[in-house]
């Protein structure tokens, strides 16, 4: 594969002029002419639709005025496939805004997406977006919008910065003076379509009703490209590949060894604004998915008085596209993008299925007020190095293990005397040392143990899920004091403190949240190395580690490693009668 085409430009990014990589975007190509390419020239060109501006009818009952344009503030246009029902009359507006291209199934020779049946959603949706074939046929209007830089709209395309979000806001202020809109427009999609609303509504347009991100990534630099300080640049390069227009893209990976520390213009242009984000909001979050921590802390720090979590086991394409969680979406935005008095406000704000085991769950959408759940009491298991366990007091005396960084692991379990439910949030103090280096990349999973110690994992599209998760790179240890809360620790990404061999340092490990039911006898274990563990899995999550040597983990005495775990207690209990 040939080199990608780069050049430096400067950008603006929220009223400051940013230098930055860019790189060209796959070049957009009728069937025919990538059919008459070499292999080495399709590895840079993707099957683009010609721009073809139309109204036709894709199905009975159905109007799709395709490739409509809208100009931006500064000039530039882009276009959209709006969808909407037959009938004439003023329609709600659903928007669809993400850079995979507006009409995905052309150039596919199937139209499939991973765990959902074929024929379950319709040729007109946008990859990971609501479908025209059920929104339509329920009285909405659908808009799947290739934003600036994608397919033949102009410009560059800055990846989840303000301009998109600035974008955003012209787009939703045109739709709503249509004479087929009803002047209240909300957001729709999940993963990458997600993403996107958070800076659209923090831009606040006025006839932005309400937004419904399901599973969202919010902060690009400790979630996406440089989780714990380790630096993740193949699966966003993978995603990047979808991105097809004529002329450039923000390269995030490039851009991550430009701008190394999180404290400059770049990566706060890539940080929604939650406290200007008061409209509706619908979020949901999987637990056992990459974009679990930045949809909780969304959730939790919008300003909105409306917002609702619903917190789940499932990937999250076959939960977007359920029967029961499509028509619960369908009840949201009647009720705000229709304005019906359906009841909507007595959806508990807070859902969560708390998981078993495989694809069981203990319960399923449990009503919680708030998350972290009020009646969380932590309590912290303290490791053991001298047997890999874990004990309920601190242990005496000190000791450590070892393991090889490249090949090798350590774990520490505990035995549940009772039965146990654990939701929130997890965080590990560790007391590390690597023995011949300057540095040293730390990667965590918590697990869940059998009575008789074997794993006993989650299940996704038939794969096991390694565990509640967190990564740290040790040079990166300093915390950010104002992010950071007790039960949740965040590293500052500001600097790098290197070790010196041997030197022993204590760390603290932000874990993604979790909600999991461990019966009595059962174990939790806490697996500890210096590389990713997973299994087969089709996304390609890789890291960029820097270990050499061994690893040392101290605990015990003046040593005191701990896990912090999130106990939750019934909310009643009489007896041997619990009811959680």
């Known amino acids: 594969m040939g080199e990608v085409e ?56 159905i109007i799709c005025m395709q490739d409509v344009p809208v100009k931006m503030r500064d000039g530039v246009t882009i276009y959209a496939d709006i969808y909407k029902p037959e009938a004439e009359g003023k329609y709600p507006l659903i928007i669809s805004w993400s850079f995979y291209g507006k009409r995905p199934f052309e150039g596919q020779a199937e ?33 799947n919008v290739d934003p600036r830089g994608i397919g033949h709209s102009e410009g560059d395309f800055v990846q989840f910065g303000t301009q998109d979000g600035k974008d955003g806001y012209d787009f939703i202020e045109w739709a709503a003076e249509q004479d087929w809109c009803n002047g209240r427009c909300g957001l729709a999609g999940n993963s990458c379509v997600a993403m996107t609303q958070w800076r659209i509504a923090a831009q606040q347009p006025p006839h932005l009703a309400c937004i419904a991100p399901w599973e969202s990534t ?3 630099y400790r979630e996406s490209l440089c989780e714990g300080g380790i630096p993740a640049k193949t699966f966003v390069a993978f ?46 979050a999987c637990w056992n998915h990459f974009h679990l921590r930045g949809s909780m802390n969304a959730f939790r720090k919008c300003k909105s008085r409306r917002k609702w979590l619903r917190a789940h086991r499932n990937f999250e394409w076959p939960d977007a596209y359920s029967n ?83 090949t090798g692991e350590v774990c520490f379990d505990y035995k549940f005397e009772e039965d146990t439910e654990l939701t929130g949030y997890m965080k590990l103090r560790l007391y590390v040392a690597a023995e011949s280096y300057n540095d040293m990349d730390i990667f965590v999973n918590v697990q869940k143990l059998s009575t008789t110690g074997e794993f006993l994992p989650i299940t996704l599209f038939g794969e096991d899920h390694p565990g509640v998760w967190g990564k740290l790179r040790a040079s990166r240890r300093k915390l950010d004091e104002k992010l950071s809360t007790d039960y949740c620790p965040v590293q500052a990404h500001t600097c790098d403190e290197k070790l010196t061999p041997g030197e ?16 009595k006898g059962q174990q939790i274990r806490v697996q500890v190395s210096g590389r990713y563990i997973r299994g087969d899995w089709f996304e390609p999550l890789t890291w ?30 009489d007896g041997d009668i619990i009811i959680r």
Not at 120 to 130: A, G, I, L, R, W
Not at 365 to 380: C, G, H, M, V, W
Not at 507 to 512: P, Q, R
């Open 218 to 220: 919010t902060d690009m």
């Open 6 to 61: 780069k050049i430096l430009k400067t950008v603006d990014m929220d009223g400051e002029q940013v230098e930055i990589w860019m790189t060209k975007m796959m070049d957009p190509c009728t069937a025919e002419e990538f059919e008459a390419m070499s292999l080495e020239e399709r590895e840079h060109a993707k099957i683009q639709p010609a721009l073809n501006q139309r109204t036709y009818s894709p199905e009975d009952g």
């Open 544 to 573: 960029d580690t820097d270990n050499k040597g061994n690893h040392l983990i101290y605990a015990g005495g003046e040593y005191e490693s701990f896990l912090q775990i999130p106990v939750i207690p019934p909310k009643f209990q």
């Open 504 to 519: 022993i340092v204590p760390v603290d490990i932000e874990l993604v949240p979790t909600s999991r039911f461990f019966h």
């Open 239 to 284: 995603v990047m590949r979808e991105a097809c227009g004529p002329n450039y893209i923000d390269n995030t990976p490039m851009n991550l060894e430009k701008y190394p520390f999180v404290n400059c213009t770049y990566w706060k242009d890539k940080e929604p604004d939650f406290s200007k984000v008061k409209i509706p909001v619908y979020q949901t």
């Open 111 to 143: 139209w499939q997406i991973m765990g959902v049946p074929p024929h379950t959603v319709s040729d007109m949706s946008k990859f990971e977006s609501p479908d025209p074939g059920y929104w339509c046929r329920h009285g909405y209007a659908i808009a």
């Open 324 to 406: 029961e969680n499509i028509e619960d979406l369908e009840k949201f935005y009647a009720r705000y993008l229709k304005l019906e008095r359906n009841g909507w406000e007595l959806t508990p704000k807070v859902r969560i299925e708390v998981q078993d085991v495989g694809e069981f769950n203990y319960q399923t959408n449990r009503a919680e007020d708030s998350f972290p759940l009020k009646r969380t009491k932590y309590e912290k298991l303290y490791l053991d190095a001298s047997d890999n366990s874990m004990k309920t007091e601190p242990v005496k005396d000190a000791a450590h293990v070892s393991y090889d960084s490249a």
